[in-house]
């Protein structure tokens, strides 16, 4: 038997039923499973999200319409029986509460339902908006590990196209035994230099590697087979590269990298680097005779034992430097920064010009 409760509300005795709320609680029930089962909310999504995206406004539109037909049916019915006395059985002495009841469990389930839905919407919003990032992000990464290997494959083939080329030149066109302004000298240079400027510095080693062990270049002028000297490297990176004991005079090397290059025993004589990066270069034994250094950033170079007779090194930065025993005679230093540099007032009384340089201790020439 179904236990019933009477109340007075307002002087009308209404009838409570203490199960008459159950399926509230099995409707909620029913919508905590939902969103616990077969794992977290967005392993559900991701699961149905196709088929969600195309059902979802409709069935959301379909329920809103299926409870407001509901409601109305519900008011049309209430109506009927206070209003014209219609007799419909199960309906005429209900009390308040009861018709509280059908009236609080249609409008609590519709409220639910519909935050469920809003919530459920935006939870898929926003996986679909991670996953939309994520995807992204790896399809940026795939296409830049793609270009970085199709250009490192490009680099191979190049650096390898060019050793098969010098290959034939030194054993097919006798290049080691040819005359100095032979026409097989002259494609050999512009190869060398052509290819210097697609490759990276790992692989430009490797063709200096190859020119000297095939005696194929020097510092002494006029003696290299592939000569390198008035070449223009204008903006070439050959940072950190080996390339000593190579002749490269005249060369202009105008905004060039050649930070941590190792150029000592190198003949740089009338050599152009201006605004060239040359940081912790070394320099040690090379000749810099008449070389054009304005602006050019030496900080912490080696330029021990180095020729520097007759350089323009104006406004360049030369602090922190090694110049033991260097040769500045007549240089001009005017606004070099010298600060910190291992040089001595012999030296530096043997340079054209100071002026306005910042002195090894900090000081300012006049």
Request: one cysteine or more.
């Amino acid at each position: 038997m179904k236990q019933q409760k009477r109340h007075t509300i307002g002087g009308m005795k209404v009838v409570r039923n203490d199960y008459a709320i159950l399926p509230l609680f099995a409707i909620l029930a029913w919508i905590h499973s939902c969103c616990n089962r077969g794992g977290t909310m967005g392993e559900q999504a991701e699961q149905h999200q196709k088929w969600w995206q195309k059902a979802r406004k409709p069935l959301g539109v379909f329920g809103i319409v299926v409870v407001c037909i509901l409601i109305i049916a519900l008011l049309a019915v209430i109506v009927m029986v206070y209003l014209f006395n219609v007799n419909v059985p199960g309906l005429r002495g209900k009390t308040l509460w009861d018709w509280l009841q059908l009236l609080i469990v249609p409008l609590a389930v519709a409220v639910v339902a519909l935050v469920f839905q809003l919530a459920n919407a935006r939870t898929e919003r926003q996986i679909a908006q991670q996953r939309y990032e994520q995807d992204k992000q790896i399809a940026a990464k795939r296409y830049e590990n793609d270009q970085y290997i199709a250009l490192d494959k490009q680099r191979d083939d190049v650096l390898q196209t060019y050793l098969d080329r010098m290959t034939e030149l030194l054993l097919d066109k006798q290049l080691r035994t040819s005359e100095p302004n032979a026409e097989v000298r002259n494609v050999a240079r512009v190869r060398t230099i052509t290819v210097l400027f697609q490759l990276n510095t790992a692989r430009i080693e490797g063709v200096f590697d190859f020119l000297r062990e095939a005696g194929l270049v020097s510092s002494k002028p006029n003696s290299s087979i592939v000569s390198l000297s008035n070449a223009n490297l204008d903006g070439i990176n050959l940072r950190g590269v080996n390339l000593c004991r190579t002749d490269f005079s005249g060369t202009t090397f105008r905004r060039a990298d050649l930070s941590r290059a190792d150029l000592s025993e190198t003949n740089l004589s009338g050599t152009n680097f201006l605004n060239a990066n040359l940081r912790e270069a070394g320099f040690r034994e090379a000749d810099l005779s008449g070389a054009f250094l304005y602006g050019a950033n030496l900080y912490g170079a080696d330029l021990e034992k180095t020729c520097l007779k007759e350089a323009l090194i104006m406004r360049a930065n030369i602090s922190e430097a090694l110049l033991e025993e260097a040769d500045l005679f007549d240089a001009s230093l005017d606004n070099a920064d010298l600060s910190g540099a291992k040089v001595t007032d012999e030296q530096l009384n043997k340079a054209k010009s100071l002026k306005s340089a910042t002195m090894p201790d900090g000081s300012l020439h006049p």
